[in-house]
């Protein structure tokens, strides 16, 4: 399983339910990433998609007990996301947000893919530092690219102690 996620300086990820920043790059490098995948969300993160809209060309897998939808697959309790998961190649899962669920999930991530935003975005929720997480590794970075007046870098994170879910 692996996560997905644009952070600011202070790893911070979103603010009002959206993301801080408009990375048009990132978006893409998003796409290609998780397009014909699994993406495994929270709630808040499917309606803060446009048109609250599961995204397509993805098998959409949300974790609420507030609403049901037939557009996408909806797991009321982590039970249920685990053993829906199981029906997928793990390394085709992606978790994508938000925050809560980025905390819940994260240690059974083997791989982290974090665009590092070179700025502080004045965020409300963060993901957890993995600079700090004694588990985690940097394996990977991009040069710094400019992404609409933001400098940004493509890192790859890995877990050296996968927790199994």
């Not at 499917?46 to 557009?71: A, C, E, H, M, Q």
């Not at 249920?80 to 669920?101: Q, R, W």
């Amino acid at each position: 399983m692996k996560t997905i996620v644009a952070v600011d300086k202070e790893w911070g990820i979103g603010k009002n339910n959206d993301l801080l920043f408009h990375l048009s790059q990132d978006l893409k490098y998003f796409k290609e990433k998780t397009l014909d995948k699994v993406i495994v969300m929270g709630g808040n993160t499917l309606l803060s998609f446009p048109g609250s809209k599961p995204l397509p060309r993805r098998t959409n897998i949300v974790l609420t007990d507030v609403f049901k939808r037939d557009d996408c697959i909806v797991c009321e309790t982590l039970e249920e996301l685990s053993k829906e998961l199981k029906k997928y190649d793990t390394n085709d899962i992606f978790i994508v947000g938000g925050a809560m669920f980025y905390r819940t999930m994260i240690d059974y991530c083997d791989e982290a893919y974090i665009t590092k935003v070179d700025e502080v975005g004045g965020a409300q929720v963060f993901f957890p530092n993995l600079d700090e997480k004694e588990n985690w590794e940097e394996v990977e970075s991009s040069e710094p690219i400019i992404d609409n007046g933001h400098i940004i870098r493509f890192t790859k994170f890995i877990n050296k102690a996968v927790k199994e879910f």
